[in-house]
């Protein structure tokens, strides 16, 4: 009917403002009330030096204020949450691709609706500019802390503490190997569950890390 005639849209374009204006702001606000349990010192990671080089996925200030690690030896890769101005980058590795979800119109099961209608095309654009504006730009990203993984050139030891290694994240691994000396730095790459030991050592291998510099430790 006429009077529905934007619902369709309306509907869409309310979800997808769900998935991104609203999913960052709450997102956010969770980060900004979690506490410091206060039986942290048991749990402690003490190997962490505080001369040490940080790369972090983690939008807390955990490194700041629980390990005192200095702010200029730390890079937030994806930004930094806090209760003032928070600018975080939440994303996924699919590239939007330029061209109609055709695929939309096969799962409709009313003949009558097909890709030519108005509301469907409509509805399909907004769906696409969801995919564009949640994409990850690792590739910018990178270029932008060029002068960040430039300084890595004297790490000798890399930890990957609680990190999947995922596909949308590779790209700064294998920027890091480029600005290493990749013979001869060793890793340590942490675990939680078994399962995970044959994905992390595929993918090690598919960046060219050598088996003798990987050490792999479950980490509770």
Avoid: C, M
């Amino acid at each position: 009917k006429d009077a529905y005639h934007h619902d369709y849209q309306f509907i869409i374009e309310e979800t997808v403002n769900l998935l991104t204006i609203t999913l960052k702001k709450l997102f956010i606000d969770w980060i900004n009330q979690l506490s410091i349990p206060d039986n942290l010192n048991e749990k402690k990671l003490n190997f962490l030096r505080k001369d040490g080089i940080y790369i972090t996925f983690n939008y807390t200030e955990t490194l700041y204020s629980v390990y005192k690690i200095p702010e200029s030896n730390v890079l937030h890769i994806h930004g930094r949450a806090t209760k003032k101005d928070s600018d975080i980058i939440l994303g996924h590795a699919y590239k939007p691709k330029n061209k109609k979800l055709n695929h939309l119109q096969d799962i409709l099961s009313d003949d009558s609706y097909t890709e030519e209608d108005i509301r469907i095309s409509q509805g399909n654009k907004i769906i696409e500019q969801y995919f564009i504006k949640t994409y990850k730009p690792t590739k910018q990203i990178i270029e932008s802390k060029k002068e960040f993984f430039s300084s890595l050139n004297k790490v000798e030891i890399i930890y990957i503490l609680g990190h999947s290694i995922s596909k949308v994240d590779l790209a700064y691994f294998e920027e890091i190997i480029k600005n290493i000396t990749p013979h001869t730095v060793h890793w340590k790459i942490s675990y939680y569950h078994h399962n995970e030991l044959e994905y992390f050592k595929n993918t090690i291998q598919k960046l060219g890390i050598s088996n003798n510099l990987v050490t792999f430790y479950k980490i509770n």
